[in-house]
């Protein structure tokens, strides 16, 4: 591997310093005067920037990925130096064990014939041995089997506390579930205002409407009225000329008289009426200035709602276009009645002429006005008192607006916040995934030892069953030795057995010890981590139950505004209803002053015939 990536290295210089230089030949030709024509090359090598930081990040990583090479290749090395010493002191052993078997076969076979009174006495003792081996044996098994259940209780023990951990992780899911629900009816909710909101805005945008029909309706009603002021002052110069004229006459004073009697009865009539007409508009006027304001704040306010959801109103744009065929619809409408009003003023006009010989009349109206200008000043007065309160109304309606606003902005920051805790939680739970596998792999390599020991001693009592077999030959063997040279000597292959079993079984019990140790690590890992975990969490739970209650107060508040606004809209179109029943009123009104000024024009004709009459007879 590392020959094949040097070659690969190597190659790669190639071409990266291939790629890095870049020649340029530049021949020049040049003729002497004898006409010999030399010519000379001149070669540039330039080197790039760029291509040598591209070269040397290449090194770079082949360096890395030589040097990943060589520490896997002293790895491999190291693993199989270990492996070769193992085998060596296993090829050591066995052939120990070989060279004693066979040592202990030609000694026996030589002192055979010399040692069968010896052997009863060896008999005897290598049953009390075996005896002795049998019993340590079976305490071992005893203890070995101790050992495996406290270890198989531990490992339930875990196995419990990993299931009240799922168990306790599956309730943290449910809980999670239902707070992503409520944060769906949130949603919901919060479409379902904003819907109310559009309708509102509707509504809003046909009350301008509305408004701006009522102002052009007044505008009309004013220019009448001063095209009837011009008219007066028009009656009142013909009135003098009359007057003169009357004086010049001085013949049938009293029939005149008492036809000026009747006349100016007829006119203070009329000067009622139209002292009722000039209340009704100055009450027209407050109508106005009123709906002027209400406009202004409206436009200012729909000028907001505009900026706000412009890009809404692109989106509906088949909802707007129907509501431009009503809005058409309803101009048009409207044009037929401004036709009709144009009809009447033009009926009005031809009143007014008719009026310019009522001059007596005028004379007493400037007395009545100044008490109703009186009047109408404390009208005005009252008016301006509304308008204050109708100011102070709008200016609620606009704080209420604000703080429902401020309520939407904090409901969001509370939503982003609730979403942040999620994604922690996702996090703590990807953690514990990691710390749970961490356990399942500690678990199997437990496992792993368990097995291990398992095969060792299964080993150990192979041996100790060829120790037994050894046993019985060498007593079978040891019947023909001699009994004066065995009592002082021993078998040195008895004493090499029982150091091996001592050995092992030290070793077993260490091994032993050290799972027990690991596995009470491990439990107390499990439980400070189980503890960590429910600290967590149960804060966790309670800060969601916070925002959660903080949520549905505000969802409350915002449910008040929202009903006080639908309130305040219901008095605001009560009050245009009412607007709009007072002008139906004064268009009565109208058609009927209309009738009696057709009356009074009638007796005017009546009168000039009179007067006619008189002057002819003067004449």
């Known amino acids: 591997m590392a020959l094949a990536l040097s070659a690969r290295s190597k190659a790669d210089d190639s071409e990266m310093m291939s790629s890095m230089k870049r020649t340029t030949k530049t021949y020049t030709y040049k003729q002497d005067g004898s006409g010999n024509i030399t010519r000379e090359c001149h070669t540039k090598v330039d080197c790039g920037e760029d291509a040598s930081i591209k070269a040397m990040r290449r090194f770079e990583e082949q360096i890395r990925v030589l040097q990943d090479d060589y520490e896997s290749e002293q790895h491999l090395r190291r693993r199989v130096e270990r492996e070769k010493q193992d085998l060596q002191m296993q090829i050591l052993s066995l052939t120990e064990r070989l060279t004693q078997a066979e040592g202990g076969a030609e000694c026996q076979l030589d002192i055979n014939r010399k040692r069968e009174a010896e052997m009863a006495h060896l008999r005897k003792l290598l049953e009390e041995v075996h005896s002795e081996s049998e019993h340590n044996i079976h305490e071992l098994k005893k203890r070995h089997q101790q050992a495996m259940m406290e270890l198989q209780e531990q490992i339930e023990s875990v196995a419990r506390s990993k299931d009240k951990v799922s168990k306790e992780k599956s309730k943290l899911q449910v809980e999670i579930e239902s707070l992503l629900a409520q944060m769906e009816v949130f949603s919901s909710e919060k479409t379902t205002v904003r819907k109310t909101i559009e309708r509102l805005e509707v509504q809003i945008n046909e009350h301008n409407c509305k408004i701006d029909v009522m102002c052009k309706e007044l505008t009309a009603v004013t220019s009448e009225r001063n095209s009837l002021k011009l008219s007066n002052d028009e009656s009142n110069r013909k009135l003098n000329d009359m007057k003169i004229a009357i004086e010049s006459a001085g013949l049938d004073k009293n029939k005149v008289a008492s036809q000026l009697l009747s006349a100016e009865s007829r006119i203070v009539a009329l000067e009622t009426q139209l002292k009722s007409l000039s209340v009704e508009i100055h009450d027209y006027k407050e109508t106005r200035i009123e709906l002027e304001k209400q406009l202004s704040h409206f436009k200012n306010d729909g000028l907001d709602w505009k900026k ?110 609730l979403s942040n805790d999620m994604d922690r939680l996702k996090m703590d739970n990807g953690v514990l995934l990691k710390d749970r596998s961490k356990l399942e792999d500690e678990c199997r390599m437990l496992k792993a030892e368990l097995d291990s020991i398992k095969r060792q001693l299964h080993a150990a009592e192979q041996e100790n069953r060829k120790l037994g077999h050894d046993r019985e030959e060498l007593a079978r063997a040891f019947k023909d030795a001699d009994a004066e040279e065995a009592p002082w000597r021993q078998p040195k292959l008895f004493l090499q057995k029982d150091d091996e079993f001592n050995a092992t079984k030290k070793k077993l019990m260490v091994e032993i010890e050290s799972l027990t140790a690991r596995l009470h690590d491990t439990e107390n890992r499990l439980k400070n981590e189980v503890e960590k975990i429910k600290k967590k969490m149960a804060v966790t739970i309670t800060e969601l139950e916070m925002s959660l209650d903080s949520a549905n107060k505000s969802n409350v508040n915002f449910q008040n505004v929202n009903k006080t606004q639908a309130t305040q809209i219901m008095e605001l179109t009560s009050m245009y209803d009412s607007a709009c029943k007072k002008l139906d009123v004064t268009v009565g009104d109208a058609s009927a002053l209309n009738k009696k000024v057709s009356i009074v024009e009638t007796e005017l004709q009546s009168l000039r015939s009179a007067h006619g009459g008189l002057d002819n007879a003067r004449r």
């Open 308 to 417: 706000k959801y412009e890009n809404e109103a692109r989106m509906r744009i088949e909802d707007v276009d129907t509501l431009r065929k009503k809005f058409g619809a309803q101009v048009a409408d409207l044009q037929d009645q401004l036709d009709a009003v144009l009809s009447k003023l033009k009926a009005m006009e031809q009143a007014k002429n008719r009026l310019q010989m009522e001059v007596q009349t005028l004379i007493k109206d400037l007395e009545i006005s100044q008490s109703t200008v009186k009047e109408f000043q404390s009208k005005l007065n009252i008016s301006e008192k509304r308008s204050e309160d109708l100011a102070i109304k709008l200016r609620e309606m606009t704080n209420m607006y604000e703080k429902a606003d401020n309520e939407v902005k904090a409901r969001g920051q509370e939503l982003i916040r």
